[in-house]
Structures are given as C-alpha cells and as structure tokens.
C-alpha cells in the first residue's frame, strides 16, 4: 500500500525529520501530566506540595501507605509505649505522629469497580454477539431504525438518564448496589458492543456458516462452532472497550452510589488527609488506578480508530 | 473448485428448504431463522427498554409536574408545561447554555486544529511514528473524572506544576494564576484540559481521514505539478473532510454534555462562570431535588442533542456523497 522509496509522492528527508521531532516535542509534552501523577505518588506530603515543585526528590511509598489506610493522631509518649514498628508504613506513620488505625475504603472500592466492570462487560459483550449476529445475518424488520435506536440511547447526557433511574432503583432497591450498576452499564455499552460487533460479524464470509449448516449443523451450533471462534479478536476488542468504560465511568458511579456500591473514580478524589488533600495519596490511588489501562491502551492500539468511532471507521 | 461445489450445493438445499413446509423445516433446522433473530435480539431491546426507554417516558411525565425526590409523600401536582416555560425563558439557563457553547465551540476548534496537524505530520511516516502515536493516544483513555482530579493538583496555585510552569516562562509570580479560581481563567482552564484529553481522538480519526486518500492522486497531481499547498487545499483537506466532521460531531456530542472533569475541576464555579448545562442539571436534580423542573431540563437537552446530531449527520451524508 506505501508508496515506493523512490516515489515522487514520498515525503523527503527534512520534511519526514522536521514532523518527526514536533510530532515527539508534542507526545513528550503531554505525557508531563502523567509522570508527574505518577511522581507525585513516590513522594512524602511535604515534598508533594514543596515550591518550586520537586523534580528530585526521595522515593517513598507513604502515599501507598496513606491510601490503604486511615490513621489518628496520637501523642509522642503513647507512640512511644507502642512495641517496635513492623513495617515501613508503621514507621513512617509514627515519625508524623500518628498510628494507623485500620484499612482505608480503597481496597473495596477497587473491588467494587472490578466487579461491577468484569460483570457489565460480559453481559454487554454477550447480549452485544447475540443481537449483533442477529442483524448480521438475518432480515430484521425496521433493523435499520432498530440499529439507530440503540445507538441514540448512548447519546442521552448521563445526568438526564440518572434522575428516571435513581427514582426508578429506589423503587426496586437496586440504589447503591452492585447488581444495578451492572445492569446500568450494561445497557450503556450494550449500543457500543453491538455496532462494534456488528462490523466485524459482517466481515465474516456467510459461506462458512452456510456450508456448516448444509454438513448439518444447525442455525446455533453453526453460530457456536463456526461464527464465534472467527469472531474471537472482534470480542475482545469490544469486551476491552466496554470494560475500560465501565472501569472509568464516573457520573453515575458519584450520582447513584454512596456507599457499598461506589466504585473508585467518585472515591478517588475524596481521599483527604489533615488539612486539605493527600495529594500523595491521590496520586498513589490514580496510578493504580490506571495502570490496567494503560496496558489495555497497548493492547488494543490496532482497534482503536474503530471502537472509538462505534464502528464507523475501519482501517 | 470446492468453492463453486458449495455455492452449487447451496442452491441446492436452498431451494430444498424453500420448498419444505414450515413445521418441516423447523424441525429439521430445530429453530427457524426467524425465532433465532428474535431470540437473539430481543433481549437486548428488552433491556434497553427497562434501563433507557421507560425512565425516558418516566422522565417525560414528571416534567409536567413539580414532584421532587426528597418529598415523596408529598402531593403531586400537574404543572402542565409551566417548568418548560420556566426553563426556556429562565436567564440562569442561558447563561449555562451560554458557557456551553463557549465551552464546545474552543474545543472543537483546537482540537480539530491540533489534531489534524498531528495527524497530518504523522503521515509523513517518520521513524518510529506508530511508537509515538500510541504514545500521544494513551491520555484519551483515562478516567474523565480521574484526569479531572489530577489536573486539579497540577492547576493549584503555588504548587501546581501547571502553575509553576507558566509563572516560569511569563514571569507572573504564581500567586497570581488562579487557573480555577479565577472568572476570567475557569473556562480556559477546563478547555485546556479536555483539549489534552481528546486532541487524540480527532488526531486518530484525521490519521485514518488522510491515510484512505489513495496515493495516485497525488501522483497524478505531482504529474500535473500542482505545488504542494495546492495539493493540500484540493486533496488532502476535501478528502480528509468527512473524517473530520465524524469526529467534529463525537466530539460535539460528548462536550455537549460533559460533566465528569468540569464537576471535578471546579464544580460550576467560581460562581457558575463554567456551569455548562449537565452541572445545572445535577445541582437542580440532586441538590435542590427539583426533579420534576430538571426532568424537564433534561428533555429539553436530550432534544437538543438529538436534533444537533441529526442535522449533522445529513451535512455529512452530503458531504461524504461530493
């Protein structure tokens, strides 16, 4: 497809060296937020909010103990009644005059997001197949207003879609559960899997089906054994995009769960330690936080263009 | 060969099933086509119906009345299309559709420019450019609200990063640059932050735009030696252009109802200088509970959205026809 070295349309040398370097001057730029999250996270909270900002500085995990923990101030002598500190954030926490005094709520809330992403995305990605097969391949009266339906449901601003919704959970108690979350997002990805779904169906030849079904196969088990294990890199596109969704959705995580149920990102941002925020802290919660998608956003470099555009470009 | 043998066969049994009765046919195939498509398609709808369509018509029906949430003993009453009329001639609701506009309009244009010009520059195939693509791509994948809240460190006066690195090169002391706080700065400051966030998404769609532009045009172009700025101006700009306004219009539609970083960078605030329409709309559901006024609110923007998008797509049709 590239044109030839030797092609008059081949861009020279300096033109190809000059986008080069603005093109990385632009990359480098925009990863400085990024880092610095990332730095923010290995530092102490003095160094975190030192001025000019820190660009040495000491490497320590207080702001992963921080996170994990909730601590109470205590006075220098009951710190000194206490046996030997066991472990790096006992001690630091002591040197800041306090103790720890439990587990902070990040670890459940993480948990939270993982159930309630892993349980969305199959759901989503297995109603997303059926119906997405079923437009594929059959003929679906109205399909085309079907189709549009489905993807007009995405285009609601969430908040306008949250008010029915939180009258309408706390009428089934399903407000602040996980069970209702997940079916939320369900049907909010559901529209992404099927379009999703839909273009790489189609890309399916028939002919494999149809010559299964003349062996004897039927209908589904043509769809089971045949359709299902070509589409396998189509699924797993789609089953990372809805989960890397749900895994950052924030507006109905903060408007329909307080408790339990919260997920992380509402959680996230009201970490807060004395006087103001734990800046370490936050930053310690965002990188984990985004490590799963930054190896997603690897994995998934060649599907991109197309799950960001619901199917509508393909390379 | 075998190909053919199939395609032979087909009819065949094509033609042998066309010819069975129905209950036959059923039994040979145990479902019919028709039941699997309903059977596969049905459930989606099903859901779609409970979780969007009928807290739609929910919603439709409260905005004529001035129930609110936090009072459920109290008597409904029917409004009739009062809290419509309320919204549309409120001065507070335009100002938010005011700071919306301002907010879609900045960055729609910057992202498209920046965007563009990326892409147009990663065409030029350097070394290494899927490497630093990938790279530019990843912030377009984080959390809103996560990146939201990080930003908000790095534009806190004194010791934000942000902060520290404007005062450096403008010499304004830190102090001075509240980029949240400030009327004049909160907008621009939400603006440079979804500009960060979704310049690669317009970037990633440009890049597929002028990379479907097939290479004898420019050929035949060079053959006819147009310069290169004529070459952009009538190739690579109208060709790349449905590309474009694709992502114009996801975009539009997303900033259109943006909530997640503005409700965490600054809340609407200072004042409502950046209250775009979906953080009206929450202080009125969830703070104030006027949910029957705000059901109405969010007709009204769910219409908006719809009607914008649809007009939209039509230009685009036609574009994409030329």
């Given at each position: 497809m590239s044109a030839s070295a030797h092609s008059v349309i081949e861009p020279s040398a300096t033109s190809k060296r000059v986008a080069g370097a603005i093109v990385i001057l632009y990359a480098v730029i925009t990863m400085i937020p990024l880092f610095w999250i990332i730095a923010t996270s290995f530092k102490t909270p003095p160094d975190s909010i030192a001025y000019p900002p820190k660009v040495v500085f000491t490497p320590s995990i207080e702001g992963y103990c921080n996170l994990f923990t909730t601590r109470t101030r205590q006075t220098a002598e009951y710190i000194q009644s206490l046996p030997p500190a066991t472990n790096f954030c006992d001690e630091t926490t002591r040197k800041r005059n306090m103790v720890i005094a439990g587990q902070s709520n990040f670890l459940p809330r993480f948990v939270n997001s993982l159930i309630i992403a892993f349980g969305s995305t199959f759901c989503a990605v297995f109603l997303g197949t059926l119906t997405a097969y079923g437009f594929s391949r059959f003929k679906v009266p109205l399909a085309d207003d079907l189709l549009f339906f489905i993807l007009s449901t995405r285009m609601m601003p969430p908040i306008a879609v949250a008010i029915p919704i939180y009258l309408m959970y706390r009428e089934l108690g399903l407000s602040d559960t996980a069970l209702g979350m997940i079916l939320l997002y369900t049907a909010v990805n559901v529209s992404l899997a099927v379009w999703l779904l839909k273009g790489f169906i189609d890309e399916i030849p028939r002919e494999y089906e149809e010559a299964a079904m003349i062996d004897g196969y039927s209908r589904l088990q043509s769809f089971w054994k045949v359709v299902l294990p070509q589409a396998t890199t189509g699924i797993a596109a789609t089953a990372i995009f809805c989960l890397i969704f749900a895994w950052n959705e924030y507006a109905f995580a903060a408007l329909l769960t307080s408790g339990t149920a919260q997920t992380a990102p509402p959680f996230i941002p009201t970490i807060i330690g004395e006087g103001g925020q734990d800046w370490p802290a936050v930053a310690a919660g965002t990188t984990i936080f985004l490590v799963p998608i930054l190896v997603f956003t690897i994995l998934l470099r060649k599907q991109l263009l197309r799950g960001i555009t619901f199917g509508a470009v393909r390379k | 060969m075998t190909d053919a043998n199939a395609t032979l066969l087909e009819r065949a049994a094509e033609t042998a099933v066309r010819a069975t009765p129905a209950p036959v046919a059923t039994r040979v195939r145990a479902l019919s086509d028709r039941a699997v498509a309903w059977l596969f398609i049905a459930p989606t709808m099903v859901l779609l119906l409970a979780i969007n369509i009928f807290p739609l018509?929910?919603?439709?029906?409260?905005?004529?009345?001035?129930?609110?949430?936090?009072?459920?003993?109290?008597?409904?009453?029917?409004?009739?299309?009062?809290?419509?009329?309320?919204?549309?001639?409120?001065?507070?609701?335009?100002?938010?559709?005011?700071?919306?506009?301002?907010?879609?309009?900045?960055?729609?244009?910057?992202?498209?420019?920046?965007?563009?010009?990326?892409?147009?520059?990663?065409?030029?195939?350097?070394?290494?450019?899927?490497?630093?693509?990938?790279?530019?791509?990843?912030?377009?994948?984080?959390?809103?609200?996560?990146?939201?809240?990080?930003?908000?460190?790095?534009?806190?006066?004194?010791?934000?990063?942000?902060?520290?690195?404007?005062?450096?090169?403008?010499?304004?002391?830190?102090?001075?640059?509240?980029?949240?706080?400030?009327?004049?700065?909160?907008?621009?400051?939400?603006?440079?932050?979804?500009?960060?966030?979704?310049?690669?998404?317009?970037?990633?769609?440009?890049?597929?735009?002028?990379?479907?532009?097939?290479?004898?045009?420019?050929?035949?172009?060079?053959?006819?030696?147009?310069?290169?700025?004529?070459?952009?101006?009538?190739?690579?700009?109208?060709?790349?252009?449905?590309?474009?306004?694709?992502?114009?219009?996801?975009?539009?539609?997303?900033?259109?109802?943006?909530?997640?970083?503005?409700?965490?960078?600054?809340?609407?605030?200072?004042?409502?200088?950046?209250?775009?329409?979906?953080?009206?709309?929450?202080?009125?559901?969830?703070?104030?509970?006027?949910?029957?006024?705000?059901?109405?609110?969010?007709?009204?923007?769910?219409?908006?959205?719809?009607?914008?998008?649809?007009?939209?797509?039509?230009?685009?049709?036609?574009?994409?026809?030329?």
């Amino acid at each position: 497809m590239s044109a030839s070295a030797h092609s008059v349309i081949e861009p020279s040398a300096t033109s190809k060296r000059v986008a080069g370097a603005i093109v990385i001057l632009y990359a480098v730029i925009t990863m400085i937020p990024l880092f610095w999250i990332i730095a923010t996270s290995f530092k102490t909270p003095p160094d975190s909010i030192a001025y000019p900002p820190k660009v040495v500085f000491t490497p320590s995990i207080e702001g992963y103990c921080n996170l994990f923990t909730t601590r109470t101030r205590q006075t220098a002598e009951y710190i000194q009644s206490l046996p030997p500190a066991t472990n790096f954030c006992d001690e630091t926490t002591r040197k800041r005059n306090m103790v720890i005094a439990g587990q902070s709520n990040f670890l459940p809330r993480f948990v939270n997001s993982l159930i309630i992403a892993f349980g969305s995305t199959f759901c989503a990605v297995f109603l997303g197949t059926l119906t997405a097969y079923g437009f594929s391949r059959f003929k679906v009266p109205l399909a085309d207003d079907l189709l549009f339906f489905i993807l007009s449901t995405r285009m609601m601003p969430p908040i306008a879609v949250a008010i029915p919704i939180y009258l309408m959970y706390r009428e089934l108690g399903l407000s602040d559960t996980a069970l209702g979350m997940i079916l939320l997002y369900t049907a909010v990805n559901v529209s992404l899997a099927v379009w999703l779904l839909k273009g790489f169906i189609d890309e399916i030849p028939r002919e494999y089906e149809e010559a299964a079904m003349i062996d004897g196969y039927s209908r589904l088990q043509s769809f089971w054994k045949v359709v299902l294990p070509q589409a396998t890199t189509g699924i797993a596109a789609t089953a990372i995009f809805c989960l890397i969704f749900a895994w950052n959705e924030y507006a109905f995580a903060a408007l329909l769960t307080s408790g339990t149920a919260q997920t992380a990102p509402p959680f996230i941002p009201t970490i807060i330690g004395e006087g103001g925020q734990d800046w370490p802290a936050v930053a310690a919660g965002t990188t984990i936080f985004l490590v799963p998608i930054l190896v997603f956003t690897i994995l998934l470099r060649k599907q991109l263009l197309r799950g960001i555009t619901f199917g509508a470009v393909r390379k | 060969m075998t190909d053919a043998n199939a395609t032979l066969l087909e009819r065949a049994a094509e033609t042998a099933v066309r010819a069975t009765p129905a209950p036959v046919a059923t039994r040979v195939r145990a479902l019919s086509d028709r039941a699997v498509a309903w059977l596969f398609i049905a459930p989606t709808m099903v859901l779609l119906l409970a979780i969007n369509i009928f807290p739609l018509i929910w919603a439709i029906q409260l905005s004529f009345t001035n129930y609110r949430a936090n009072r459920p003993n109290e008597t409904v009453k029917n409004v009739g299309l009062q809290n419509y009329e309320r919204i549309l001639t409120d001065s507070d609701t335009w100002l938010a559709m005011q700071a919306t506009a301002h907010f879609v309009f900045w960055t729609i244009v910057l992202q498209t420019l920046i965007g563009f010009s990326l892409a147009y520059l990663i065409d030029r195939k350097f070394r290494g450019h899927a490497f630093w693509t990938t790279v530019i791509l990843v912030p377009m994948m984080l959390s809103p609200a996560v990146v939201g809240n990080f930003w908000r460190f790095l534009y806190e006066p004194q010791i934000g990063l942000f902060t520290y690195i404007v005062s450096f090169f403008s010499g304004i002391p830190p102090s001075e640059i509240a980029m949240l706080s400030s009327v004049k700065l909160a907008p621009w400051a939400i603006i440079i932050v979804d500009t960060w966030m979704w310049t690669p998404y317009v970037m990633l769609i440009c890049l597929a735009g002028l990379r479907s532009i097939p290479d004898y045009i420019y050929e035949a172009a060079e053959v006819d030696r147009a310069s290169p700025w004529r070459q952009f101006w009538s190739i690579t700009l109208p060709m790349a252009l449905p590309f474009i306004m694709l992502a114009v219009l996801f975009r539009g539609i997303e900033n259109f109802k943006m909530f997640d970083m503005v409700n965490l960078l600054t809340g609407g605030g200072p004042g409502s200088t950046t209250e775009v329409a979906s953080i009206t709309l929450k202080r009125e559901a969830f703070e104030k509970w006027r949910t029957g006024f705000s059901s109405a609110f969010a007709i009204i923007l769910f219409v908006a959205v719809f009607g914008l998008a649809n007009i939209y797509v039509k230009v685009l049709n036609k574009v994409k026809s030329r």
